[in-house]
């Protein structure tokens, strides 16, 4: 492995995300520094104004709710005032923004404005770092998964995200699709396939027609607010009320500290539940009694069919939109050859009951729910950078929606249909609307609704001088074309006089060229002063130490110089340099530091010397 | 029964207010926990040497033995200077006796001031009528100025929580007191300084040096039972201090009450 370039695969996922490779052709996922396998997609900044990442990040969201990002994923790529922005920004404690365009997301965090891309490769940048740690060298390659609805402008934006983490994303892929080929279907077989993802924050359901090197995701459903923290909440409102019934109504949502450790230990008891029938809650010194009484504790059991009652109708809710995105897909459940389960919630067992029941077949659980898109990534990773014949699905870069035009009556005529292989192009022949119809208004969108409104619209222009005629008559030829690099390019031509009209798409986060190298310089400039503080940590614990040790040896040293006409000023001078070295500490300067560190090295050698032969015995002196 | 640290820092606060006997009682009983407790006796010894008009409340004098950061403080350097009843010019004789004579009186008579007045420019030093005013009867001091003082000397004398409570009270009443805020700074980076040197590296994960069904025996408060459940071996005090959503000072003093409990202990990074 060591010979070739390393690479990875990200699952860039709502709550948590995960990296993952492959070695000797085995894939595995790549645990974290701290030894974890998920890392919460959370960034912070602390009050004392260190930014946190994922796990310490989570561990203080609630006690620094308005400035802690989470769920960043449902901002990305999304312009301003959309319904989906609206939505998140009822529910989410920390302050968004529009862009300087008025068409993104920002988010306000530790008083810096932030483009969400930004927020996400900070995500990005810790599993890099925890795959470059596994590695022990740089890595740069990387395949990032993305739901399967995800449009062109989402996913342009999380390749931006990936590039101000410093990663080359050579693909993005469907969540599904990444799922399924981590179960290696698409080499044995085909079929229909349900990946029924319960993650941390959403639900997804995708219907997937699996054939040779063929993902068709021909059904995508969800509930994009339901999730594992739906069910910790649950587990949080039943310890909260059962507290206050029992100490005199005190209320513990008021207290953010004990909200934090009802929240970790809400979860914690939950995911127990999954192997144990019951869990302990021991949180000792939750809450303030007030009037300077002891401060309460909290004792609790709870069972695993208490969880199951507290969590019924999120459950039933799953299995509600299971059935209509089947529905909707025209797949009975009967028709669908393999069910598998993803997301760490799916591990609950009344979740797999609910899921064998509405099938009527065992779900695949051959691969941890936790670990199956980002080993699919890594998959696919391998397969783009090092084919071998016979042996890999390499998935075709797909348009991943419709993509069409505004026509008559506020409707969507797609041009080119969803999973359709780049490079592309299609032509369709649209006729006047009106008599002496002289202009046309051709708007271009993506999306999957007939209603046009309900699709993202990626541009317009007006075809003009169009010769006056019946309606009917004037034939225009609209032209798609999608290069290899996904632009988008849509032409317009009045057949009989070739006047002709076009535009050219891009797929955009919503940062442009020059704010991502300003991004990109930033970054630059951050890790550079991370090397130097690590630097200077380095060295002050160093100076420190030496310092230290210098110290304990003055007796010694004294002792000995007077038993000599020599270096009676050594004590003096070590003096003078370790209180240079004091006040270059005191003013972390590093220069400083690093100038003087070799004088306290040569300092305590000699002191080392000369303490020796003072306890030497006497006659070896 | 109150701990040896309590009893020197009763005895320290009781001789700030000028109970002198208050005070001697304090160190007293700290002497009888801890007999050969140095500091106790240098403040003892220095009760016993002052005189009361040295130890009057307008000219109280530090404990020998005060930690060495007993040294004015950066605010007091602003801090108004002590108007005198009357307001005199300033002379070298506030600083007190001079380690040498100036002048040397002759053996048989005294040195004839008005002689000398007469045939010099040295005039007595008195106040002009024409450009001082008339002397302003002494206004009563308020809470503010009582409990400021009290802040400079128990800053002075290293007891900087208790000149911490003292600001924060003077706070709560004046919150844009300059001189309070000076101290407050001062006092809240001494503290953290000292808590975090107690805590050694910042860099080293903290562990639970007690089972965990051992912690619920503690005598803790809630903010302290949160920083206990922070740690697990995982994040380094750096974090802690982080994630605790606590001001630095509360943070670092509950890590090394925790620690000097042997609650914790700091392991390594």
């Given amino acids: 492995m060591s010979e070739v370039e390393p690479f990875i695969g990200i699952d860039l996922g709502t709550t948590n995300s995960v990296v993952a490779t492959v070695m000797d052709g085995v894939p595995r996922v790549i645990n974290g520094r701290a030894g974890q396998v998920l890392t919460p997609s959370m960034v912070a900044v602390a009050k004392n104004g260190k930014r946190l990442v994922g796990q310490i990040a989570k561990r203080q969201a609630i006690t620094n709710a308005e400035n802690t990002v989470f769920a960043a994923k449902r901002l990305i790529g999304r312009r301003w005032g959309s319904k989906e922005v ?36 900070m995500v990005l940048s810790e599993l890099r770092a925890d795959a470059e740690a596994f590695f022990g060298r740089r890595v740069h390659k990387a395949v990032v998964t993305v739901p399967a609805y995800f449009n062109d402008g989402q996913r342009q934006a999380t390749k931006d995200a990936g590039r101000i983490a410093g990663l080359d994303v050579i693909r993005i892929i469907n969540e599904p699709t990444s799922a399924a080929l981590a179960y290696g279907f698409g080499r044995q077989m085909e079929k229909k396939v349900v990946v029924f993802d319960l993650g941390g924050g959403t639900f997804d359901v995708s219907v997937l027609d699996i054939g040779k090197s063929v993902y068709d995701v021909v ?37 953010k500290m004990a909200l934090q450790r009802l929240k970790d230990a809400s979860e914690r008891a939950k995911i127990e539940l999954s192997a144990a029938t019951s869990a302990g809650i021991h949180l000792p010194f939750l809450a303030s009694a007030g009037d300077g009484k002891s401060a309460l504790h909290m004792e609790r059991q709870l069972g695993r069919d208490k969880l199951e009652e507290l969590s019924k109708d999120l459950v039933d809710r799953c299995i509600q939109v299971a059935e209509k995105t089947l529905r909707d897909a025209g797949v009975r459940p009967s028709q669908v050859g393999e069910v598998l389960l993803v997301g760490g919630m799916t591990r609950m067992p009344r979740v797999q009951q609910a899921v064998r029941d509405f099938f009527g077949r065992e779900p695949s659980r051959g691969v941890h729910p936790e670990e199956v898109v980002a080993l699919g990534a890594a998959i696919q990773a391998h397969s783009l950078l090092y084919p071998q014949k016979d042996r890999d699905v390499l998935l075709l870069d797909v348009t991943p929606q419709n993509l069409g035009l505004l026509v008559v009556g506020g409707y969507f005529t797609t041009v080119i249909p969803r999973n359709t292989t780049v490079p ?63 632009i988008v390019s849509v032409s317009a031509r009045d057949l009989e006089t070739g006047l002709r009209q076009s535009i050219t798409v891009t797929a955009t986060s919503g940062l442009t060229e020059e704010e991502l190298r300003r991004i990109l310089d930033e970054r630059m400039d951050e890790v550079l002063e991370l090397k130097q503080s690590g630097e200077l940590e380095r060295r002050r614990d160093k100076a420190q130490g030496i310092i230290l040790e210098i110290e304990a040896l003055v007796p010694a040293v004294q002792a000995a110089l007077q038993k000599s006409r020599f270096g009676k000023d050594a004590v003096q001078k070590a003096e003078g340099v370790m209180a240079r070295a004091r006040a270059a500490i005191e003013a972390g300067d590093l220069h400083q530091l690093a100038a003087i560190e070799e004088q306290l090295d040569r300092t305590l050698q000699l002191f080392k010397g000369l303490a020796g032969g003072a306890s030497a015995p006497p006659g070896e002196a | 029964m109150p701990s040896l640290a309590e009893l020197i820092d009763h005895g320290i606060k009781a001789f700030t207010r000028g109970l002198h006997g208050d005070a001697e009682r304090y160190w007293r009983e700290a002497l009888e926990i801890d007999p050969g407790n140095a500091r106790v006796k240098g403040y003892l010894s220095q009760l016993e040497s002052a005189t009361p008009a040295e130890a009057g409340p307008a000219r109280r004098a530090a404990p020998p033995g005060a930690p060495a950061q007993a040294a004015p403080p950066g605010p007091a ?12 010019a300033p002379s070298p004789w506030d600083d007190g006796p001079a380690l040498q004579a100036t002048i040397v009186l002759e053996s048989e008579g005294g040195l004839d001031l008005s002689a000398i007045s007469e045939k010099s420019d040295l005039r007595p030093l008195v106040p002009d009528p024409a450009t001082t005013p008339a002397p302003r009867p002494a206004a009563p001091k308020t809470d503010v100025d009582v409990w400021m003082e009290g802040a400079r000397e ?95 000072l509360d943070t670092a003093r509950i890590l090394a009450q925790l620690l000097a409990d042997g609650v914790i202990r700091g392991g390594a990074q």
């Fill in chain 2, 77 to 88: 350097r602003k801090a108004p200077p002590v108007v005198p009843a009357q307001e005199f």
């Fill in chain 1, 219 to 255: 059904a995508v459903g969800g509930d994009t607010y339901l999730g594992g923290e739906d069910f910790d909440r649950r587990i949080m409102d039943w310890l909260v009320f059962s507290f206050a019934k029992e100490n005199g109504g005190i209320d513990l949502r008021q207290d």
């Fill in chain 2, 154 to 248: 128990l800053f002075a004398l290293g007891d900087f929580s208790g000149s911490l409570e003292m600001i924060e009270k003077i706070l709560k009443i004046d919150a844009g007191h300059v001189e309070a805020r000076a101290y407050l700074r001062q006092n809240e980076s001494t503290l953290v300084s000292m808590y975090e040197s107690k805590l050694g590296s910042l860099a080293n994960v903290p562990r639970l040096a007690i089972k965990p069904e051992e912690v619920m025996w503690l005598n803790l408060d809630h903010r302290a039972g949160f920083l206990l459940a922070q740690i697990d071996g995982s994040v380094n005090f750096e974090d802690l201090f982080a994630l605790s959503g606590l001001p630095r």
């Fill in chain 1, 424 to 486: 592309t192009s299609q032509t369709h022949i649209f006729t006047t609307v009106q008599d002496d119809q002289t202009q046309a208004r051709i708007v271009v969108l993506q999306g999957e609704s007939e209603k046009a409104t309900d699709n993202e619209m990626l541009g317009e222009f007006v075809l003009s001088g169009i010769r006056p005629a019946r309606r009917g008559d004037v034939e225009i030829e609209v032209a798609f074309e999608i290069s290899a690099d996904g």
């Fill in chain 1, 86 to 121: 609206e939505d998140a920004r009822k529910v989410l404690p920390y302050q968004v923004a529009p862009g300087p365009e008025g068409h993104d997301v920002r988010v306000v965090i530790g008083g810096r404005t932030l483009a969400v891309p930004e927020v996400s490769a």
